[in-house]
Structure formats: structure tokens, C-alpha cells
């Protein structure tokens, strides 16, 4: 029989501060909020566990049954209408049996990441986060602060050739989130990872909005708006990498015309010199190198040694972080600066 002492041990990965019995089912207190835990899905957990298996943080298997969290991009009416007739959706096999739901995670998955000594940083902090919505309402449970993870589940009938294929089983999955993003118009992707799997670009929160001074390029400001309302981070990435690839030619010849100039004006240099042109053709010939494209594909080397001091006016802005790289080590830095091209370049046209 299932005590509280277990589902203390159960949800050790919450720090749950006071467990009570009522009945056969449970009430533990998180915080300050109270969670009702029924004693059937322990008991479902605790018999099913010796067969479950993590292929994945994000990931649960066992014979015939596959889960794996996926994650919803990209706003609007598309994405809020695919749950809006039912909680879940689901494709069953018109022959042999297969079915395969998209909806909230299962609560064996729920157990399964609390039944541990941590949980994983970003989970927490999105599971701290349903909280507060729910300390007013009575017989709260323990999906309900995991109601923003989804996953997708299959399950193979009993003596098909696939019971045991765990990844025949997981392809399978994976290629009914493509039939439903086809379906309904809406990208569903799995999650690898729980590190950064709930993200916001850092924003401030308010700040003195000035009347605009100059104008600025409209291609880099539609950029920006990309990486700051973009749910996809690798599209946040990339769209802010937009910006400073924009300015990587300039600012590198910027760089040249500096070396350059300081050859031509030397004391010793004369174009009589063979050595002094050698040297005045080798600086051009290693600018060439650094230009190619292989070698540009590092936005922190390129943003340290020349866009930061030519365009990132450091003296007027806070710094913020850039979500998959950071520009600098150990510092903080900026992305917002690239939209302007400081003191030494002209001001263009929206």
C-alpha cells in the first residue's frame, strides 16, 4: 500500500513540504500550493517503473509505448485551434491497431522526472511558474503544473512485430507530427533537451522610449522584430546573426583601410621599396583570407576584433544577452546595437 512517505519520495524533485493522506489518494503541499495526487496513478507508476526506460531526458519508452515531449511554434489562431475541440489529438491505424495522441504529458512521464534527487533547471523554473495561477482553485493536480509540456505518445498493439522497437516506434511518432504540421499549418517539433526548451529573450521591462533622431535600415529593424518575437531560438539566433553579418564586409575593411594607411604613411615606406610593397600586398593578401567564408562563420570572433569597437556603442547600452552565443567571454555585451551604425557610418533610410 502506497504511504505518504512515498509520494514524498515520489516528488522528492519538487521539495514538497507536507504530504496527507485522504483516502487513497493524497494532497501535498508545493510551496503554497496544494496538489491532489491520486493514489491510482501512483500505484500505476510505481508498477510500470521496473520497464521504463529514458532513451532521452525528454523521452519515456517501454514495451510498446513510446512518449516524447514536442514543442508548439509560432503564434497565432492556427496554433490556438489545434487543441481547441479536445484536449488531444489523435491518429489510430484503420487495421492493425497503432495509435498515436499528441496532447499533455502522461503522468508516468510526470513521475518519472520527479522521481529524482533534481530536475532539470529550466523544467522547474516552468513548473514553479504554473503555480501561480493556480493557488485559488481546489483539486489542482499534478499535470495541471506541467499542463504547458506536450508530448506525443504511441502504442503498438500487443504482438505486432513493433512492440519492441523503440525506435521504429519513435520514427513513427515523429512522422505523425509532420502529418499534423502538414495538416494544420503549425510547426510541432520534438525537444532533444529541457536546457532552454522554455525561453525569452531578455527584454527590458520599460524604459524612457526617445523621439527618433535619425532613421535606420529596415531590413535590420524587421530582424530585430524577428529575433524578439520569434519562439524558435535558433530563429532568434539567426535573425540577430543577420544583423552583424550585415556589418562584417564593412567593418572589416575598416579594419584594412587602418593597416593600410598606416604603410602608406610610414617614413621608410616608398613604392621604390620592393619589401615595402611586399609587405603592403602580404597585409591585403591575409585580409582576402580572413574574408573567406569558412572563416566567418564565428559572429564572436568577427563581433570582438572589429563590429564591437566600430558600431556597438559599449558607454550607452546595458548589455543583454544574445541567446545562443554570447559575443563576448565572460561579459556581458550587446545585441541591440547593430541596428545602428554609430558615429562613423551613414545614417540610411527606412
Not at 93 to 115: A, C, W
Not at 129 to 137: A, G, I, T
Not at 186 to 213: A, C, G, M, N
Not at 261 to 269: I, N, R, S, T, Y
Request: net charge positive; hydrophobic share 35%; aromatic share 8%.
Amino acid at each position: 500500500m502506497t504511504t505518504p512517505t512515498d509520494v514524498k519520495t515520489l516528488l522528492r524533485a519538487l521539495n514538497p513540504t507536507e504530504v496527507i493522506s485522504e483516502g487513497d489518494d493524497f494532497v501535498v503541499t508545493i510551496g503554497s500550493t496544494a496538489i491532489k495526487i491520486i493514489g491510482a496513478d501512483v500505484d500505476a507508476y510505481l508498477t510500470a517503473k521496473p520497464s521504463l526506460a529514458h532513451t532521452s531526458d525528454t523521452s519515456l519508452s517501454a514495451p510498446g509505448y513510446q512518449e516524447q515531449v514536442v514543442d508548439i511554434q509560432g503564434r497565432g489562431p492556427l496554433s490556438w485551434r489545434l487543441f481547441r475541440e479536445s484536449e488531444e489529438l489523435s491518429l489510430k491505424h484503420p487495421n492493425n491497431g497503432f495509435e498515436i495522441t499528441v496532447g499533455p504529458v502522461s503522468t508516468n512521464l510526470v513521475f518519472s522526472l520527479t522521481d529524482s534527487d533534481a530536475i532539470a533547471k529550466d523544467l522547474r523554473r516552468a513548473v514553479m511558474m504554473r503555480r501561480n495561477p493556480y493557488r485559488e482553485k481546489e483539486n489542482l493536480n499534478l499535470r495541471d503544473l506541467f499542463s504547458r509540456i506536450i508530448s506525443v505518445k504511441i502504442r503498438a498493439p500487443s504482438g505486432h512485430a513493433l512492440f519492441n522497437n523503440s525506435r521504429q516506434l519513435r520514427a513513427l511518432a515523429e512522422a505523425s507530427l509532420y502529418h499534423i504540421a502538414f495538416g494544420y499549418g503549425v510547426s510541432i517539433i520534438p525537444i532533444q533537451s529541457w536546457e532552454r526548451s522554455f525561453y525569452s529573450l531578455e527584454t527590458r521591462k520599460k524604459e524612457v522610449v526617445q523621439f527618433p533622431l535619425r532613421t535606420y535600415n529596415s531590413e535590420l529593424v524587421a530582424y530585430y522584430q524577428l529575433a524578439l518575437g520569434a519562439e524558435s531560438l535558433i530563429l532568434s539566433y539567426l535573425a540577430l546573426y543577420k544583423i552583424l553579418e550585415y556589418f562584417f564586409t564593412s567593418a572589416a575593411e575598416h579594419v584594412l583601410f587602418d593597416r593600410v594607411k598606416e604603410q602608406l604613411v610610414a617614413p621608410d615606406f616608398s613604392h621604390l621599396k620592393t619589401g615595402k610593397l611586399r609587405e603592403l600586398t602580404k597585409t591585403i593578401w591575409r585580409f582576402d583570407q580572413k574574408m573567406d567564408e569558412r572563416k566567418r562563420v564565428s559572429p564572436e570572433c568577427c563581433a570582438k576584433q572589429s563590429i564591437c569597437p566600430q558600431y556597438i556603442m559599449t558607454a550607452k547600452v546595458k548589455g543583454c544577452r544574445m541567446s545562443a552565443h554570447r559575443l563576448r567571454r565572460g561579459q556581458d555585451t550587446t545585441e541591440r546595437s547593430g541596428l545602428t551604425s554609430g558615429n562613423r557610418s551613414k545614417e540610411e533610410t527606412a
